[in-house]
């Protein structure tokens, strides 16, 4: 499986991005499409997570009410909107994934965590600033 993560740039604080994830490959049923974002001099962290087939979706609270993570299946592409950005969502945003031949148990509890992910796209820059 391979990702490819497009759709960064520069944009004014309170504008908004949409970040894609095209996945390549063999897909399985149950898989999950995760991003993530390593600001400069910090940590890589998860901020949103798309499951299928059961299309439920995951966002971390720092972002909650701002991103938007959505499927087009058709595309095997997953997208996540960031609205009301800020200078300190400036990052590179990674796509990652996991999947699996079984259902997954727990999911809520394993998607936050980044070595939980198994395939990796190239990341996204994102900049906010005025």
């Known amino acids: 499986l391979q990702l490819q993560a497009s759709g960064g740039g520069s944009v004014q604080p309170g504008g908004s991005l949409r970040l894609s994830c095209q996945t390549f490959g063999i897909i399985m049923t149950n898989n999950v499409v995760g991003w993530l974002r390593q600001a400069p001099g910090k940590e890589r962290e998860w901020i949103s997570a798309f499951s299928s087939p059961d299309g439920k979706t995951y966002n971390a609270d720092a972002v909650k009410g701002r991103v938007t993570i959505s499927r087009d299946g058709a595309k095997n592409t997953v997208y996540l909107e960031i609205h009301n950005l800020k200078p300190e969502d400036t990052a590179v945003y990674y796509c990652?994934?996991?999947?699996?031949?079984?259902?997954?148990?727990?999911?809520?509890?394993?998607?936050?965590?980044?070595?939980?992910?198994?395939?990796w796209g190239q990341g996204t820059q994102v900049t906010v600033s005025s």
């Open positions: 990652a994934a996991r999947q699996s031949p079984v259902p997954f148990l727990n999911l809520a509890t394993l998607i936050g965590d980044e070595r939980w992910y198994r395939y």
